[in-house]
């Protein structure tokens, strides 16, 4: 698929395309506008080798229509569906922010409380998508959107089911196989608990770093899902807490009916576990098929010391001779009976983990095995004989098969110190673990197993709880002021209070802050943050930028009022040039021009016109029309305008020009040239006319009468003061013209004379 012939393109005479963003195993997603919601969509379109299969076409339509139907937060939204001859494509909301996978990569290991976070907020979408009859069938880190205010979006819901048309496990499973359920790898039916498997692996990569399978190819890995046997979360990262890795590996359960029956019940689980991160699971209770009444996990009661350690990863740090891990405890569920249940649970457990770590261990050791076989094969033979033999004399010298056990007082060691306890030869004392007291001081034995006072067979062990004093409250420290800091540096910096912060960056722009610089905290300075506080760090994009106005043909005192508005401190430049079209003093052009992006203190140049050019007038009477225009236009005259007259000058010559010779004019003055049409005038009568005077007069004065053409036809004559009346003899002209009249050089009116000769009846 050509990733680029779409750009540019209108879809539906709607969407128009603008720029890739996203390439996935079937179809290409594309920034585009939705021009008639005026907003940014993502267009996600089939590629060519989907969309000219008819069946698959179908069924791409299907689905998105059925998805279209989901609201949810945690959902991305689907708005539109369409299935053209010419293109398949669906519509969604446009995501700001990263893929999950983008961030693990990013960050590598999260730790326990991100991971939760974004498990919660996926079983969330997964619990409304389920509950409208929609089974994801792909979820895994790229199908997951983390957005900057640090929520959570699921992509993709629904579409899955259209890849799955064939079964196979081809090349577009690449980045799918390490999250399909055992079911979907075999080929077989896949539902709700389909979803949670693959939220399970999901989380367990979150959490260690890896997923629980890897291989050379993705059959490979998919048969390592279908045989299971993945190692314990805790093997590869020992900070996790134990009740989550409960919640990882029943949601990885191979067989559907061991996981959780659905979204709601895992989400369940994850807020008790929330409310209470030391909390462990009891998995042996019955289920109850009302989600509505899901049972409230049932923590695993301890005793008061603990026999062994509890985790594969404790198992295997007591092996090398490295103290236990501090367990997790609960408080009692209060009744005998739950505590003996309880108590199987927990074993059963352990048997469990201990028979995975051992059977991980015997596949690692089969080979060396296999060399040695021979040579065990002797070797226990004469430790067993050599121990039937001891046995033998055990018995037979302490009196045979039915003698009594010597038993011995069990001391009362609460409140001792387990670090000054004396060497006993009668028993063993084995710490179990410890655990904060507000009773006994750091040191001090707080619990033993059997109690004081009782008995106990000789050789045997008491298990004492070591109190750690009471626990620390919890660390409240005052926010520090990290504004102009580099935010690396400030998340540096946070990290090293060691309070398990939690980091969310949003940007502003400032005019005071460098660009990737703290703008500002929230919390604010002095403000108190405490363990596991959540931080938003606001981060300074630089100065907005502004967008240059049209000020185009603005007089430029208002285009400078305009910019100086914009607060962006620009400095504004003036460049005059003449310009026909622009009157003077108002703006020709500007740099940049308008609709462009502006910066604080960008430079912006007005060119300010200074009126049209201006040139002198040539004398173009006599000469050729074609003639007179081309002398006009070289000097920049481009506004001439042609009329034909009667005249007995030859035909198409200028007669007159109404601008006089060697007068300066701007070059867009209207020129109105008079040409011969070559036909002479009729003949003009002749009369003597009388012309009213129309101003009064007090003195003598001067009396002009002259023509259309500006020509003087009387005077200028001196004219006594009071006279009222002008005898002009000998006037000529034909029909009507027009006369104006001057006294003293100064227009003072017009007269009109109507040259026609009267008729027979002195009309």
């Known amino acids: 698929m050509d990733n680029d012939k779409y750009i540019g393109r209108l879809l539906d005479n709607r969407y128009e395309i603008r720029e890739v963003i996203g390439t996935g195993g079937m179809a290409v997603v594309y920034k585009a506008r939705d021009h008639r919601l005026n907003r940014f969509v993502a267009v996600k379109i089939l590629k060519d080798e989907y969309s000219q299969d008819e069946e698959f076409r179908r069924r791409f339509h299907a689905e998105s229509q059925a998805v279209a139907m989901l609201s949810h937060p945690n959902i991305v939204s689907v708005h539109d569906v369409s299935t053209t001859n010419e293109v398949d494509y669906i519509v969604m909301e446009l995501i700001e922010g990263i893929t999950l996978r983008q961030y693990m990569e990013k960050k590598g290991v999260l730790n326990w409380k991100e991971t939760l976070h974004f498990a919660i907020q996926i079983a969330k979408a997964l619990e409304h998508a389920h509950s409208r009859g929609i089974v994801h069938r792909d979820i895994k880190p790229h199908n ?55 939220l399970g692996v999901v989380m367990y990569e979150m959490i260690t770093g890896r997923p629980p399978y890897d291989g050379e190819s993705p059959v490979a890995v998919a048969i390592q899902h279908i045989n299971g046997g993945a190692p314990l979360p805790s093997t590869l990262n020992p900070n996790i807490p134990g009740g989550l890795e409960q919640i990882i590996m029943k949601a990885m359960a191979k067989d559907p009916a061991d996981r959780y029956d659905t979204a709601t019940a895992m989400l369940y689980d994850m807020d008790e576990f929330r409310k209470d991160p030391s909390m462990l699971f009891d998995y042996n209770l019955p289920p109850i098929d009302d989600v509505t009444k899901i049972r409230p996990p049932l923590v695993v009661q301890e005793q008061a010391v603990q026999a062994a350690p509890r985790t594969t990863a404790e198992r295997v740090a007591e092996r090398h001779g490295e103290p ?44 060396r095995r296999s060399r040695v076989a021979v040579t065990a094969i002797v070797t226990c033979s004469l430790v067993a004989v050599v121990a039937i033999g001891v046995f033998l004399w055990a018995i037979l010298s302490s009196g045979g098969f039915f003698s009594q056990p010597e038993m011995v007082p069990v001391p009362d060691l609460v409140g001792r110190e387990f670090d000054s306890l004396p060497a006993y030869t009668q028993f063993q004392v084995i710490r179990g673990g410890v655990e904060y007291s507000d009773v006994y001081p750091e040191g001090q034995i707080m619990a033993q197993d059997p109690v004081g006072g009782s008995e106990i067979q000789q050789g045997g062990r008491i298990y004492v709880t070591v109190s750690q004093g009471p626990q620390a409250t919890e660390q409240v420290r005052t926010m520090e002021d990290l504004v102009d800091m580099k935010v690396d540096a400030a998340e540096s910096y946070l990290e090293g209070l060691n309070m398990n912060l939690h980091f969310i960056r949003r940007e502003e722009y400032s005019d005071t802050i460098k660009e990737g610089n703290i703008t500002r905290t929230e919390p604010f300075q002095d403000q108190p943050i405490k363990d596991g506080d959540t931080i938003t760090l606001w981060v300074s994009l630089g100065s907005k930028p502004g967008v240059m106005p049209n000020v ?114 701007p070059v867009n003055t209207e020129i109105i040239l008079e040409v011969s049409s070559g036909t002479p005038p009729a003949p003009k009568t002749v009369y003597n006319v009388s012309f009213e005077i129309p101003v009064e007069t007090t003195a003598s004065f001067i009396f002009a009468i002259r023509d259309s053409t500006g020509q003087y036809v009387y005077g200028p004559t001196y004219m006594p003061a009071g006279t009222k009346t002008a005898v002009v003899p000998s006037l000529q002209g034909n029909g009507t013209e027009t006369y104006s009249l001057y006294v003293d050089n100064e227009l003072v009116g017009y007269a009109t004379v109507n040259f026609e000769p009267e008729t027979e009846n002195g009309e």
Do not use: C
């Open 324 to 367: 236990p891990r501090t367990t997790h405890r609960t408080a009692s569920t209060g009744t005998e009976t739950r505590q003996a249940h309880s108590e199987r649970t927990r074993r059963t457990e352990e048997r469990r983990s201990e028979d995975r770590w051992e059977q991980e261990r015997s596949r690692e050791e089969a080979e």
């Open 144 to 198: 997951v959107m983390i957005l900057k205010n640090g929520s959570v979006k699921v992509a993709d819901f629904g579409i899955a089911r259209v890849m799955s048309k064939s079964n196979t496990l081809t090349k577009e499973a690449l980045g799918s196989v390490h999250y399909i359920s055992p079911e979907q790898a075999k080929g077989g039916r896949v539902d709700n608990r389909s979803d949670i498997y693959s």
């Open 552 to 665: 185009i043909k603005s007089l430029e005192a208002d285009a400078r009022q305009r910019l100086n508005a914009l607060g962006l401190d620009l400095v504004i430049v003036k460049e005059e040039e003449a310009y026909n079209a622009v009157e003077e003093g108002r703006v020709i052009r500007t740099e940049p021009s308008a609709g462009q992006q502006l910066t604080r203190g960008m430079q912006v140049t007005l060119v300010i016109s200074t009126g049209p050019e201006k040139a002198q007038m040539p004398y173009v009477v006599g000469q050729t029309y074609a003639d007179a225009l081309q002398s006009l236009n070289s000097q920049g005259f481009t506004n001439v305008k042609r009329e034909v007259v009667d005249s007995a000058q030859p035909k198409d010559e200028v007669v007159t020009q109404s601008v006089e010779k060697d007068e300066e004019i």
